[in-house]
């Protein structure tokens, strides 16, 4: 539903913790999320989508998506690819009233971010992204060590964005740009 809201303009943010097989800073410690790309493929997953009960998590504008993106997804053992983000900028959240201004930004429901910023060490991440979309999407093989929990895959093959399109003019980019920085407190 994201990656939906990613490709029709509706969003810019993404709120991130990590997930469980994220890398350890040292042995013993939980795994750690850090927006270490500044540029990446948008993978839709669903795993989560598909769990009965899950769509809590969704806002209710990512929610109304839910039945319309879950009849699109490719064929098992496949992957298709749209959408190509550039992260504009990233800033860590270690209070989570921070976050309320931010209600509607990112597709996850209020439960959703309390519950994600206390888990394990208390904070988020906030990333603010610049989308495209691809002129011809990529198809993949969906292989196992893509799937799981973890923010970041490398593909089997690499591949270059191509010809692709940003989803928002750059006025309305702009725009956001300055308002979430100003919700932040960013220059």
């Known amino acids: 539903m994201l990656c939906a809201r990613l490709g029709a303009g509706d969003q810019s943010v993404l709120v ?9 800073l040292a042995a013993g410690t939980a795994p750690a999320f850090a927006p270490g790309h500044r540029s990446f493929w948008l993978l839709p997953t ?9 769509a809590v998590d969704l806002d209710p504008a990512a929610c109304a998506l839910l039945p319309a993106v879950l009849a699109a997804v490719p064929a098992a053992g496949e992957l ?5 983000a550039e992260l504009e900028f990233a800033h860590h959240i270690d209070d989570l009233a921070a976050l309320d201004p931010l209600r509607g930004t990112h597709g996850l429901s209020d ?6 910023f206390g888990y394990r060490k208390p904070g988020l991440w906030v990333m603010f992204l610049r989308t495209y979309r691809l002129r011809q999407a990529l198809a993949l ?22 010809e692709a399109s940003p ?3 750059d006025d309305v980019h702009a725009a956001r740009t300055a308002a979430l920085r100003a919700l932040l407190g960013e220059r």
């Open 16 to 24: 991130r913790k990590g997930g469980l097989r994220e890398p350890r």
């Open 46 to 54: 669903y795993f989560h989508a598909r769990e009965p009960g899950r």
């Open 80 to 84: 298709r690819i749209e959408l190509f």
């Open 111 to 116: 439960s959703c971010v309390a519950a994600r």
């Open 141 to 162: 093989a969906d292989l196992a060590e893509y799937g799981g929990c973890t923010s970041w895959v490398e593909l089997a093959d690499p591949h270059t964005a191509g």
């Open 167 to 169: 989803v928002l003019a």
